[in-house]
């Protein structure tokens, strides 16, 4: 596919293209996830539908090559959609409690598939449409973004990454999104891509952020994030898996 910095471009970066999960559709919102690079590493997005007002989401990176992570990421999207559904569709729901658990369970099928000690940063977090909150955890992944009508605040973490230990805790959080408001997840590599020894790093991530068109969608903000990336590159190869996954809560 044509990469978005343009058809004349003759830098060698990878194409830019929506993730193939089919993604719901959302009241009062918009998600959408954008995948650059060579699926060599540990990249894994999913975001789907629990009940009438409650949206899953999560963004991992699952470390070592995937070609020898397909264990990890099967289980861990077993756990993610099962026990999910079935810890926050309770009509009595307590969402940081939820996610709480859910991280837990989720630490464990990675320890239990791997053998082993193996890290995963991840990001899970749980939209309410109802209420216009995300709920959430941050097991050592990249900070989220969120913008909002006058700032940006950092999502940061909230415990270690999974796979580490076997008990290991991870608080959940909760956010309020006002209307207009832009969540954003990027993966390690984004923040990675260097140019003459520098990365693009978190801040540039913010700059896109804050400088994007209001009215952009989702799917637009995500791959606005890595053309930026791709071109802080120049001609620099990117070899490592790029993914954004963005979430705003609609203007009325």
């Given at each position: ?9 003759k830098?060698p ?12 559709t959302?009241r009062g919102?918009d998600i959408g ?12 997005y999913?975001a789907?539908r629990?009940?009438?007002a ?11 090559p995937?070609r020898?992570?397909?264990a990890?990421f ?5 756990i993610?959609?099962?026990s999910g559904t ?5 009509p009595?729901?307590n969402?940081?409690d939820?996610?709480t ?5 989720l ?5 239990d ?6 890290s995963?940063p991840a ?16 097991a050592?992944h990249?900070?989220g973004?969120v913008?909002h009508?006058?700032?940006i605040s ?5 415990g270690?990454?999974?796979g ?5 805790t991870?608080d959940?959080?909760m956010?309020a999104l ?14 990675e ?5 520098e ?8 700059g ?17 994030v890595?053309?930026?990336?791709q ?7 990117v ?7 963005a979430l705003?809560r609609?203007l009325?």
């Amino acid at each position: 596919m044509r990469s978005l910095l343009g058809k004349k471009s003759k830098q060698p970066h990878a194409a830019i293209e929506p993730v193939n999960a089919q993604l719901p559709t959302m009241r009062g919102a918009d998600i959408g996830a954008v995948f650059a690079g060579n699926r060599r590493g540990g990249d894994f997005y999913d975001a789907f539908r629990v009940n009438s007002a409650h949206i899953l989401f999560g963004l991992l990176d699952v470390a070592g090559p995937r070609r020898e992570n397909s264990a990890i990421f099967s289980n861990a999207q077993k756990i993610l959609r099962d026990s999910g559904t079935q810890l926050l569709n309770s009509p009595e729901i307590n969402e940081t409690d939820a996610l709480t658990e859910l991280c837990l369970q989720l630490n464990r099928a990675i320890l239990d598939s791997a053998g082993t000690v193996h890290s995963c940063p991840a990001f899970v977090g749980c939209y309410n449409e109802d209420l216009g909150t995300v709920g959430y955890f941050n097991a050592g992944h990249t900070h989220g973004l969120v913008r909002h009508s006058s700032d940006i605040s950092e999502l940061g973490a909230t415990g270690l990454p999974l796979g580490l230990f076997s008990h290991t805790t991870t608080d959940a959080r909760m956010i309020a999104l006002e209307a207009g408001a832009a969540l954003i997840l990027v993966s390690k590599g984004v923040v990675e891509v260097t140019r003459k020894g520098e990365e693009f790093g978190l801040a540039r991530v913010e700059g896109v952020l804050r400088n994007s068109n209001r009215s952009m969608g989702a799917q637009g903000l995500c791959s606005s994030v890595l053309a930026a990336a791709q071109g802080f590159s120049g001609t620099a190869r990117v070899h490592d898996d790029l993914t954004a996954l963005a979430l705003i809560r609609t203007l009325p």
